[in-house]
Structure formats: structure tokens, C-alpha cells
Nanobody, 118 residues
């Protein structure tokens, strides 16, 4: 059974930093993109960043480029999102996601709240 367990959310002032972690278990993730989505109240869930498990190729949404960094530790099965220079508009529930690059398998974590105060 695949599980994605997020940790690291919380409350921070604008300009501050948070580090989110996602511990993945239940299968090997070779051939997957591992990443983060977020959903603010009243808005649709949106892509934030992801990384290919095997090669470490990354993608970011434009609004977080240069502020957020995604990485993965293959030995520990952990994906990390380092978030710097946080803005109030980054406030959302952040979800860890794993999706097969060639196929339809996709998994989600339960989410972790990030709140940025102005």
C-alpha cells in the first residue's frame, strides 16, 4: 500500500522559510514524478513543483521559481520542498503527489497546512 506522509507545515511570517517533507513508502518510485500541489480556500488545487525520481529533473510554477527548491533523497524515500521568502499568497494546504510518467498511477498525501502572515 502506497503512503505519502507530509510534515513540516506551520505558521510563518512573510519573508520567512519553511521546509516540507514527504516520506514515501509502499513501492519503488522509479518512473515517477514526485512533487507538491497546493490548495488555498475557495481555489482549485494547483501545481507547485515536482522532480523526477530517477534523474532529479525539476519543474516549478512561475510564482515560486527562485524561492522554492524541491529535492529528493532516494535512499530515504523522502521528497523535500524548501520554501524561502514566503508570501501571504503561498498560504494553502500543501499535498505531496506521486504520479507515474508513463501510465495512470497517482497517489496523494493527506496534506499539511502552510500559513503565511503579513
Amino acid at each position: 500500500q502506497v503512503q505519502l506522509a507530509e510534515s513540516g507545515g506551520g505558521l510563518v511570517q512573510a519573508g520567512g522559510s519553511l521546509r516540507l517533507s514527504c516520506t514515501a513508502s509502499g513501492r519503488t518510485f522509479s518512473g515517477y514524478r514526485m512533487g507538491w500541489f497546493r490548495q488555498a480556500p475557495g481555489k482549485e488545487r494547483e501545481f507547485v513543483a515536482d522532480i523526477t525520481w530517477s534523474r532529479g529533473n525539476t519543474m516549478y510554477r512561475d510564482s515560486v521559481q527562485g524561492r522554492f527548491t524541491i529535492s529528493r533523497d532516494i535512499a530515504k524515500n523522502v521528497v523535500t520542498l524548501q520554501m524561502n521568502s514566503l508570501k501571504p499568497e503561498d498560504t494553502a494546504v500543501y499535498y505531496c503527489n506521486a504520479r507515474m510518467m508513463l501510465g495512470s498511477s497517482e497517489y496523494w498525501g493527506q496534506g499539511t497546512q502552510v500559513t503565511v502572515s503579513s
